[in-house]
């Protein structure tokens, strides 16, 4: 019979091996990818520590399939990785399941500690949306037909048939804005 730490080492070292193997560029595909992400988030000590004092019990979140199918190229991932607040360490952002519904979350990362951000609530038992990282100097066009270039890795959610609306970080917090 096996034990529940033997399963959970198990799973670990599997989630491990696939988020080591998609750093150094081997090809994995789109499940892969998704499964790698979801494991990754809030996996160091301090960033899990820091999602478990915001929300007492939490999962990354499952999106909706019929949201899942707007996805232009296959599977979106439940989890994001990328320098949001530009201060050179990696921060994630997930929508994550808690009793009260799913919200959208960004862990920002700092040397010796994480400070989780609850961006907004995105669906009741599953994310309404998905997840889409725009990279650092990418040319986007506000809800004011404005155009510009993102000043940091932004996380974005798509919803079939709405627009995009991004999380820009400000210097001290996210502002929700329409693209």
Same mark, same amino acid.
């Given at each position: 019979?096996?034990?529940?730490?033997?399963?959970?080492?198990?799973?670990?070292?599997?989630?491990?091996?696939?988020?080591?193997? %998609?750093?150094? @560029?081997?090809?994995?595909?789109?499940?892969?990818? =998704?499964? *790698? /992400? $979801?494991?990754?988030? #809030?996996?160091?000590?301090?960033?899990?520590?820091?999602?478990?004092?915001?929300?007492?019990?939490?999962?990354?979140?499952?999106?909706?399939?019929?949201?899942?199918?707007?996805?232009?190229?296959?599977?979106?991932?439940? %989890?994001?990785? @990328?320098?949001?607040?530009?201060?050179?360490?990696? =921060?994630? *952002? /997930? $929508?994550?399941?808690? #009793?009260?519904?799913?919200?959208?979350?960004?862990?920002?990362?700092?040397?010796?500690?994480?400070?989780?951000?609850?961006?907004?609530?995105?669906?009741?038992?599953?994310?309404?949306?998905?997840?889409?990282?725009?990279?650092?100097?990418?040319?986007?066009?506000?809800?004011?037909?404005?155009? =510009?270039?993102?000043? $940091?890795?932004?996380?974005?959610?798509?919803?079939?048939?709405?627009?995009?609306?991004?999380?820009?970080?400000?210097?001290?917090?996210?502002?929700?804005?329409?693209?």
């Amino acid at each position: 019979m096996i034990r529940l730490q033997d399963m959970r080492a198990t799973l670990l070292t599997v989630a491990g091996v696939a988020v080591g193997l %998609a750093m150094i @560029g081997w090809p994995l595909n789109a499940r892969q990818k =998704d499964v *790698a /992400a $979801a494991a990754s988030f #809030a996996t160091s000590k301090i960033a899990r520590k820091a999602v478990d004092g915001k929300f007492k019990k939490w999962e990354v979140a499952a999106v909706d399939p019929k949201v899942a199918s707007c996805a232009k190229d296959g599977p979106p991932p439940r %989890a994001i990785e @990328g320098d949001f607040n530009s201060d050179g360490t990696l =921060d994630a *952002a /997930a $929508a994550i399941k808690v #009793a009260d519904g799913v919200h959208l979350v960004a862990v920002l990362n700092r040397l010796e500690d994480a400070f989780v951000i609850d961006l907004d609530t995105v669906g009741q038992a599953t994310a309404d949306g998905f997840l889409v990282l725009r990279k650092r100097g990418d040319k986007y066009t506000d809800s004011t037909g404005l155009q =510009d270039f993102l000043p $940091a890795d932004t996380i974005t959610f798509v919803r079939c048939g709405q627009p995009t609306v991004a999380y820009l970080w400000s210097g001290t917090s996210f502002r929700k804005s329409t693209m």
